[in-house]
Every structure is written in structure tokens, then in C-alpha cells.
């Protein structure tokens, strides 16, 4: 309890605190799919903006939440979605990369306790400038009436 407290707080926070760090990426809207329960697995979605003047990828993701974290996309595969491993997801400059359900995400395996509805699931987003960024990402659960909401 102490530490959603804290976490509640923290998220009141601007997000500009993060900023200052020489990071070109930020985080839009993060936020963690509540899984189905027992799921060993949720996917993170956000949007990352690059403000910088050269392309950056985001080469690893990690958090205390889950054993491991992967990057994700889902590809059309003889009919069916099906979800792949991919090595990076490139922002490029001045540009942002939407990780939304369906298409790229941020899959946390491996998780380490049920994620409930209210929950902050913290992240840690590594770049191949050398660069991190933290991330909050609150756990919401799935509105299936908002699927599309999000897509193209
Ligand atoms: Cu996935």
C-alpha cells in the first residue's frame, strides 16, 4: 500500500522532470494491459517521441515487474496475428513510434506477481545512443469496445 501511495505521487509529477536527463525520448501515455488472470505475460504500449536531430532506436526494455522484458510486434501470418520478437523500434528524429495492442509493444514476461487495475508498473527503456528513460506505466484494464480506438 505504502508504495502505490508513493508511485500516486510520484505520477503527479510532470513528466518533464525526466527531460533533463539528455534523453531525446519521451514517453506519451504509458501504460500496461491488465493481462488475463495468471497470464505470464502483459504487453506495455506508449507513445516515444524523439526530439533530438538523429534517429533513435530502443533497443531494451526491463522492469522489476517481470523476469524479462522483449520488444514485440504483430505481424499477418497465414491469416493470423501472431506476435514476433523484433531486435529494436526505431524513433526517428523529430518523429515518434506508437506501441499500441496489435502492432508494436513492449511484452514483460515472466511476471513476478499478478498485475491488478490501479497498479504502476515501472520501466526502464535503454537506447542504442547509450541513453535510458524511466517510465510509469500504469496498469488499465483492456476496454475490448476501444479496440479499434487506438488503430488505423
Ligand atoms: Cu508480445
Known amino acids: 500500500m505504502h508504495i502505490k501511495h508513493l508511485i500516486a ?11 533533463g536527463a539528455g534523453n531525446s525520448v519521451s514517453a506519451g501515455n504509458p501504460h500496461v494491459r491488465q ?13 516515444l517521441r524523439n526530439t533530438g536531430a538523429t534517429e533513435v532506436r530502443l533497443v531494451a526494455a526491463s522492469s522489476p515487474a517481470a523476469g524479462r522484458a522483449e520488444l514485440h510486434t504483430h505481424r499477418h501470418e497465414d491469416g493470423m496475428m ?9 524513433i526517428r528524429a523529430g518523429g515518434e513510434a506508437v506501441l499500441q495492442p ?8 515472466d511476471l513476478k506477481s ?11 527503456l535503454q537506447f542504442d545512443d547509450g541513453s535510458s528513460l524511466r517510465v510509469d506505466a500504469p496498469v488499465v484494464r483492456p476496454a475490448t469496445g476501444m479496440q479499434g ?3 488505423h
Do not use: Q
Not at 499478478?114 to 526502464?124: K, N, T
Open 102 to 109: 496489435g502492432g508494436l509493444h513492449v511484452m514483460l514476461m
Open 114 to 124: 499478478p498485475l491488478g487495475e490501479g497498479d504502476v508498473v515501472p520501466l526502464e
Open 82 to 90: 501472431k506476435m514476433r520478437r523484433i531486435e529494436a523500434i526505431a
Open 149 to 151: 480506438a487506438g488503430g
Open 35 to 47: 493481462p488475463p488472470p495468471n497470464a505470464p505475460a502483459a504487453g506495455a504500449f506508449m507513445t
Open 9 to 19: 505521487l510520484g505520477l503527479a509529477l510532470p513528466c518533464l522532470a525526466f527531460a
